[in-house]
């Protein structure tokens, strides 16, 4: 008798104690590490000293900028939570319950009800969630290669050890709970690797070693203009600090990372809506990189779930019809955790009734069957052993053609057996007696042949990777149109050297009868290849792969080892969310590269301005309140909309040299032609005692300029689009037509001459930058 486990009485103790599994399941970042992330940056730590210092020399519209910057961060923390809020609510939904004996009765409860001395039941698929002891085990084997690189399943006998982490591939059991919470060997780990970090983000790799280089470029710029102001000029100190602050702010790309995380966490919520978990915020980017999608037919390509469409008893089998249905419905009753083919089996022939199973082999994906001994005199009793055809019976059986006959036709055989040997011999499969085969239809996906159009229209390829028969594989693909299913490949052919196996690869689309341990390499001969590979699967055997894929995806109904390994889970399992996905991720890379370069164009010429004034020795041509409203009419803004709109661009590497290739131009021409409109306006006014007479000719020339980057950045251009650089436009001639929003910014056209002059000088500019645009795209496509 099995053992019952602890009473209700004894949880509840060991709940008083402390004894509890109390480590909490993290999805996202905290709200903590979430608001500190957007707070405590190193430019709202400029920012914020800047501020601080206008507000001690003032006047107050000068700044501005510190409120915009209040603003942005507040923006970013509540999408983040928003997103936070999504992605906890989703693993709620997704996260598995083991299942615990309790006063003798099992049932599922919660990861974090688990207390110590708990009996949990394990059965294929399920990860061991705290540490113990076995106490139960048929043919139980536990992969340990996550925490230990060991890729050979252990057979587990009762008194042995299971790390939790590690996960069932084959038999079941159950163990008692030694270690709970944070003394669990995973819970340990966990503590040293966050998995909300792990997946390589290109866009905020490239974000960051920008901003390294715009943080040096600063510094000697910024002494360079303190002392310019200060002491060459020999200003009114406070007029000095007001024009020194108002040339360091713009060099601040302060919102390019805020909008970065305002993107990824929308997407995250949009994708949430679509029951799609992103376990890792960057895995939405990544999916969108990925040029190679490796697919398992079973629960992506096909439905979970199959059908005995027939049963075929073979020449001179050693029992008849009647005999036969017995022994597969005593097989399905000696498995208490049927995989889906044996499910069928169990569904079609449910009379397995009076047969007492004396031994089991459950079955493994390494081996491709499955065994039971059976009591009792006659046909019925003896060694039976059910799985692929051509792993029990030796090259050029009779029996293999039919077999291949059926697998061309895109159904699945299995092949039942007498074998002579006993279950535990590791010859048993030698000198079997052939009885019968069961034919299974499996169910396509309706969306399938649609989701791998999608890819082939992207030049996504698609490999079809199984453990099934290859013919049965390539005929399932071939019903899909998937190119190169008419040619499947038997992956116990494959070369085990990874270049080799790597050119086989990119020659081939389908590939069965592949190991969990070959489905690793093959993921591995693909990426050393140079290919971005996602992993899609739901079975155990898939793990490995989905571990060591770029991106690995996971069905919701899939075990709870390949959900824990994932980052991506979808939780409606419908393989066609994946597009939406890939969509998303691009959305975020086009669009970020968009804002990027309004950003860093305005850095450049920033930065630009400032060397132009410490060498030229004239007064900087802003005050804060000018560039805080250009930055917000030509940057923030359109940026915001910009960020968050719909693209279908193809995701493209280098997103440094992507940026740049444009916005270092486009700030140099900016910078040089609003300091030549500023130095004429100097000239022209030189005997006008007007304030601020050449500061405001010199604003109007850089807005236009602005602007028109802003008019090349949002094409092709759709209504929207067209309207906000309008918008944008008509926004600032308010501010010149309104008077006291001219005295508020300190704005005011003197005559006709200088104006247009520098409307002039910003047409020139923006030909340049029409060119130079024109010659970027051709010198550096995309």
């Known amino acids: 008798m099995s053992h019952p486990g602890l009473t209700a009485r004894e949880v509840a103790e060991r709940v008083a104690r402390g004894e509890v599994n109390d480590v909490p399941v993290r999805s996202s970042r905290s709200t903590r590490d979430i608001v500190r992330?957007?707070?405590?940056?190193?430019?709202?730590?400029?920012?914020?000293?800047?501020?601080?210092?206008?507000?001690?020399?003032?006047?107050?519209?000068?700044?501005?900028?510190?409120?915009?910057?209040?603003?942005?961060?507040?923006?970013?923390?509540?999408?983040?939570?928003?997103?936070?809020?999504?992605?906890?609510?989703?693993?709620?939904?997704?996260?598995?319950?083991?299942?615990?004996?309790?006063?003798?009765?099992?049932?599922?409860?919660?990861?974090?009800?688990?207390?110590?001395?708990?009996?949990?039941?394990?059965?294929?698929?399920?990860?061991?969630?705290?540490?113990?002891?076995?106490?139960?085990?048929?043919?139980?084997?536990?992969?340990?290669?996550?925490?230990?690189?060991?890729?050979?399943?252990?057979?587990?006998?009762?008194?042995?050890?299971?790390?939790?982490?590690?996960?069932?591939?084959?038999?079941?059991?159950?163990?008692?709970?030694?270690?709970?919470?944070?003394?669990?060997?995973?819970?340990?780990?966990?503590?040293?690797?966050?998995?909300?970090?792990?997946?390589?983000?290109?866009?905020?790799?490239?974000?960051?070693?920008?901003?390294?280089?715009?943080?040096?470029?600063?510094?000697?710029?910024?002494?360079?203009?303190?002392?310019?102001?200060?002491?060459?000029?020999?200003?009114?100190?406070?007029?000095?600090?007001?024009r020194m602050v108002a040339g360091i702010v713009p060099m601040v790309p302060e919102g390019l990372v805020l909008l970065t995380s305002v993107a990824f966490a929308i997407g995250v919520v949009r994708l949430g809506r679509r029951q799609c978990l992103v376990q890792e915020l960057p895995a939405i980017e990544g999916l969108a990189r990925v040029d190679v999608v490796c697919l398992d037919k079973t629960g992506t390509l096909t439905e979970g779930g199959m059908d005995v469409s027939e049963l075929r008893l073979l020449p001179d089998a050693p029992a008849d019809e009647p005999s036969v249905r017995r022994v597969l419905g005593a097989l399905g009753e000696s498995d208490p955790r049927p995989n889906a083919s044996l499910q069928a089996i169990i569904d079609a022939y449910p009379d397995g009734t009076g047969r007492r199973c004396t031994a089991s082999l459950p079955f493994s994906s390494a081996r491709k069957y499955s065994g039971a001994s059976f009591d009792g005199p006659g046909t019925q009793g003896g060694n039976w052993l059910l799985g692929a055809p051509d792993v029990l019976l030796p090259s050029g059986a009779a029996a293999l053609a039919e077999a291949d006959d059926l697998n061309a036709r895109g159904l699945r055989v299995l092949l039942l057996a007498r074998a002579s040997r006993e279950l535990g011999d590791p010859r048993v499969t030698e000198d079997v007696h052939p009885t019968a085969l069961v034919v299974l239809e499996q169910r396509l996906r309706s969306d399938a042949a649609d989701t791998l159009r999608y890819f082939a229209e992207q030049d996504v390829s698609a490999k079809v990777i199984s453990g099934d028969n290859a013919v049965s594989v390539g005929a399932v693909a071939a019903q899909l149109a998937l190119p190169g299913a008419e040619t499947p490949v038997d992956a116990r052919r494959l070369p085990g050297e990874r270049d080799a196996m790597a050119r086989a690869l990119d020659r081939g689309a389908v590939f069965g009868r592949v190991t969990p341990q070959q489905k690793r390499d093959m993921v591995g001969a693909l990426q050393s290849r140079g290919h971005t590979v996602a992993m899609t699967g739901d079975g155990v055997n898939d793990v490995l792969a989905l571990k060591d894929a770029d991106i690995g995806v996971a069905m919701g109904s899939g075990s709870e080892a390949?959900?824990?390994?994932?980052?991506?889970?979808?939780?409606?399992?419908?393989?066609?969310?994946?597009?939406?996905?890939?969509?998303?991720?691009?959305?975020?890379?086009?669009?970020?590269?968009?804002?990027?370069?309004?950003?860093?164009?305005?850095?450049?010429?920033?930065?630009?301005?400032?060397?132009?004034?410490?060498?030229?020795?004239?007064?900087?041509?802003?005050?804060?309140?000018?560039?805080?409203?250009?930055?917000?009419?030509?940057?923030?803004?359109?940026?915001?909309?910009?960020?968050?709109?719909?693209?279908?661009?193809?995701?493209?590497?280098?997103?440094?040299?992507?940026?740049?290739?444009?916005?270092?131009?486009?700030?140099?021409?900016?910078?040089?032609?609003?300091?030549?409109?500023?130095?004429?306006?100097?000239?022209?006014?030189?005997?006008?005692?007007?304030?601020?007479?050449?500061?405001?000719?010199?604003?109007?020339?850089?807005?236009?300029?602005?602007?028109?980057?802003?008019?090349?950045?949002?094409?092709?251009?759709?209504?929207?689009?067209?309207?906000?650089?309008?918008?944008?436009?008509?926004?600032?001639?308010?501010?010149?037509?309104?008077?006291?929003?001219?005295?508020?910014?300190?704005?005011?056209?003197?005559?006709?001459?200088?104006?247009?002059?520098?409307?002039?000088?910003?047409?020139?500019?923006?030909?340049?930058?029409?060119?130079?645009?024109?010659?970027?795209?051709?010198?550096?496509?995309?």
Request: net charge positive; charged share 15%.
């Open 562 to 782: 390949t959900r824990a390994v994932a980052q991506i889970v979808l939780l409606n399992n419908s393989f066609a969310t994946l597009p939406s996905v890939v969509a998303e991720g691009r959305r975020v890379i086009g669009n970020i590269t968009r804002v990027a370069t309004l950003f860093l164009t305005k850095t450049v010429y920033s930065v630009l301005l400032a060397v132009l004034v410490v060498c030229t020795r004239v007064p900087y041509p802003f005050l804060p309140r000018h560039l805080t409203l250009l930055s917000t009419l030509t940057i923030g803004v359109p940026a915001f909309f910009l960020a968050l709109a719909p693209n279908r661009e193809r995701a493209q590497p280098h997103f440094v040299r992507r940026v740049m290739r444009y916005a270092v131009p486009a700030g140099l021409i900016a910078g040089t032609a609003t300091f030549a409109a500023y130095l004429l306006a100097r000239h022209y006014y030189a005997g006008v005692d007007v304030l601020g007479a050449e500061t405001s000719a010199a604003t109007l020339t850089l807005f236009l300029i602005s602007l028109w980057v802003l008019a090349i950045i949002a094409r092709p251009y759709t209504w929207w689009r067209v309207a906000l650089v309008l918008t944008m436009a008509a926004a600032f001639v308010i501010v010149l037509l309104t008077p006291w929003l001219q005295r508020f910014f300190a704005l005011k056209l003197i005559g006709t001459t200088m104006p247009w002059t520098a409307v002039a000088i910003a047409a020139v500019a923006a030909i340049a930058l029409e060119f130079t645009w024109r010659w970027v795209s051709r010198r550096f496509p995309a």
């Open 37 to 242: 992330a957007n707070v405590l940056t190193r430019f709202n730590a400029i920012i914020g000293v800047l501020f601080l210092i206008i507000l001690v020399v003032g006047p107050l519209q000068d700044g501005l900028f510190g409120f915009v910057i209040i603003a942005n961060t507040a923006i970013g923390i509540v999408q983040e939570l928003r997103a936070k809020k999504t992605l906890d609510s989703l693993a709620v939904i997704g996260e598995a319950k083991p299942t615990v004996r309790r006063d003798g009765t099992p049932a599922p409860v919660a990861t974090g009800e688990i207390v110590l001395g708990d009996v949990i039941e394990l059965g294929p698929g399920d990860k061991c969630v705290v540490d113990g002891d076995v106490l139960e085990a048929d043919g139980l084997e536990i992969d340990e290669s996550l925490l230990t690189g060991e890729a050979d399943p252990v057979l587990k006998r009762p008194g042995d050890p299971v790390m939790s982490g590690s996960f069932v591939v084959a038999g079941g059991g159950a163990f008692t709970a030694t270690k709970v919470g944070r003394e669990a060997y995973a819970a340990q780990l966990a503590e040293e690797a966050s998995r909300f970090t792990l997946v390589h983000s290109e866009l905020r790799t490239g974000i960051s070693v920008i901003l390294k280089y715009v943080t040096w470029m600063m510094i000697p710029t910024a002494l360079g203009l303190i002392v310019s102001q200060l002491v060459i000029e020999d200003h009114d100190w406070r007029e000095a600090v007001r």
